[in-house]
């Protein structure tokens, strides 16, 4: 890529695609075009670099809107990070979603680049593409090779599709697509829905709450179910009892009950009492913001988080920014690096018109790092500064034993991650803090 170059990001509003976007204006590409779909893209997630890129309005599963936008903007350079994502509870409830929709962007995005002459195109895959007993660390070379995890199995088969696009499109019409596998990704401008989102930014947030419960902020955990998401029904700014509750700092114990009541839903718990004795006990104008810990009010101090399953299973995670100085990396790779095919064990015989071998179609981007969840969980508690009690629901699922991707390939190449998880994960409750003020 030059600097002048057309470069296009689907999905730019995205955890991914954002810091994708401001990775190719930190390095002073400034010819950037990106799409929102629902949400429009947040300012504070691009300042100070702004002029660089332009954002325009664009829903990628209509194909003649797709093919229009392509047409006019003629992009040289694609990276397609539009997608539906989402945690297990979502790719469980909405799995003909999780399909659908990523099968049609997918196709979308890919036959316009190849119909109107994209130079190299970089499809966002995922790691949950490999076989759910694959050994570990997970080479490039397993895809395929045995059966998928039931509960994303809609959503793999359509990312497994989208890689088989792209090495179709190379085979037949020798374009230049490229399918990177990410392992599980966090950073700014992730989704904090407790229902939909993965577990680390789940965990960031579930702690937050636990905090602002043991320091009964009442009037901060409305907000961040106003600002986040998950808020109760009964929850309601508008002339509910909640705005004037705000509105005048005394929380009557009925809606604090509820509250209470609402975040255990989440694993955010009080010990001992029912939520309504909790609220009970509380004086509602004491209950608020000027808290400290030496005035705590004793029934919410027992707060404590549950977590799911023994916390042994490993998992491997890597901060965005990273992910998107992968990116950017892989799609500035030399056309000899990519053709040369650095894996020889997973060399295969097809001929193809593409000067993209089939061994670099497809690369794992990890950290090649794993720690167990019980690990990540304690780490995340005291990023968050989180003093309470964690109690592990060994009741709960576990999953995989361990999931971690083989990143020799990415090595070979020439690059590896930067960020430690403990600093990424400072730099994520740092944005998640500062995204609170500015929804
Ligand atoms: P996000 O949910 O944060 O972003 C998805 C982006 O896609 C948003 O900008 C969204 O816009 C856009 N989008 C979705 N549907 C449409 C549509 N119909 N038309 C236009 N835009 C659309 O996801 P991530 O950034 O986390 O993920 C980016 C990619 O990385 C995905 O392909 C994902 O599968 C992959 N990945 C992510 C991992 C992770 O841990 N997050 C792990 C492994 C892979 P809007 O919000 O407006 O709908």
Not at 5 to 34: D, F, H, K, P, Q
Not at 290 to 303: D, F, G, K
Not at 378 to 399: C, H, M, N, Q, T
């Amino acid at each position: 890529m030059n600097k002048n170059s057309r470069i296009y990001i689907a999905g730019g509003t995205g955890m991914v695609g954002s810091a994708i976007v401001r990775r190719l204006l930190a390095e002073g590409y400034y010819n950037i075009i990106s799409n929102y779909h629902i949400k429009k893209p947040l300012a504070s997630n691009l300042q100070p670099h702004t002029s660089g890129v332009n954002f325009v309005q664009l829903d990628l599963e209509i194909q003649n809107d797709v093919n229009d936008f392509f047409e006019h903007e003629r992009p040289e350079y694609v990276f397609l990070a539009a997608a539906k994502v989402g945690g297990i509870y979502a790719n469980n409830t909405y799995p003909a979603d999780f399909i659908y929709n990523n099968l049609i962007i997918e196709a979308n995005v890919l036959h316009s680049a190849y119909l109107y002459g994209v130079k190299k195109l970089l499809f966002l895959g995922s790691s949950c593409i490999y076989p759910r007993m694959a050994p570990q660390p997970m080479k490039e070379e397993y895809l395929l090779t045995g059966e998928l995890e039931p509960t994303n199995e809609p959503y793999a088969i359509s990312k497994i599709a989208g890689i088989k696009l792209c090495q179709s499109y190379n085979r037949q019409y020798g374009t230049k697509f490229i399918s990177v596998m990410p392992t599980n990704l966090y950073g700014p401008n992730d989704s904090y829905d407790l229902m939909d989102s993965h577990v680390l930014p789940a965990l960031i947030r579930k702690f937050h709450l636990a905090n602002l419960l043991s320091q009964s902020k009442f009037d901060e955990i409305i907000k961040d179910l106003t600002r986040y998401g998950n808020a109760p029904s009964s929850l309601s700014y508008d002339g509910s009892s909640t705005s004037r509750a705000v509105a005048s700092n005394v929380y009557p114990p009925t809606l604090i009950a509820s509250l209470i009541d609402h975040l255990s839903k989440f694993g955010i718990k009080v010990s001992g009492s029912s939520p309504s004795v909790v609220a009970s006990n509380l004086d509602p104008k004491s209950s608020i913001r000027e808290a400290s810990p030496s005035n705590l009010n004793p029934p919410t101090s027992n707060v404590f988080l549950e977590a799911w399953g023994t916390g042994t299973p490993r998992r491997e995670f890597m901060y965005s920014e990273d992910m998107a100085d992968a990116c950017v990396f892989i799609m500035n790779l030399g056309d000899g690096v990519l053709a040369s095919g650095l894996n020889p064990q997973t060399s295969n015989s097809f001929s193809s018109p593409s000067s993209l071998s089939p061994q670099t179609s497809i690369i794992n981007i990890g950290t090649g790092e794993d720690i167990t969840i019980r690990e990540l969980t304690e780490l995340i508690a005291e990023v968050v500064g989180y003093k309470g009690e964690i109690r592990w629901d060994a009741s709960k699922p576990d999953g995989m034993p361990r999931k971690l991707l083989d990143v020799s390939l990415l090595h070979t190449l020439g690059w590896k991650h930067k960020t430690s998880i403990k600093d990424g994960l400072r730099l994520t409750y740092k944005d998640f803090l500062k995204n609170y003020d500015h929804p």
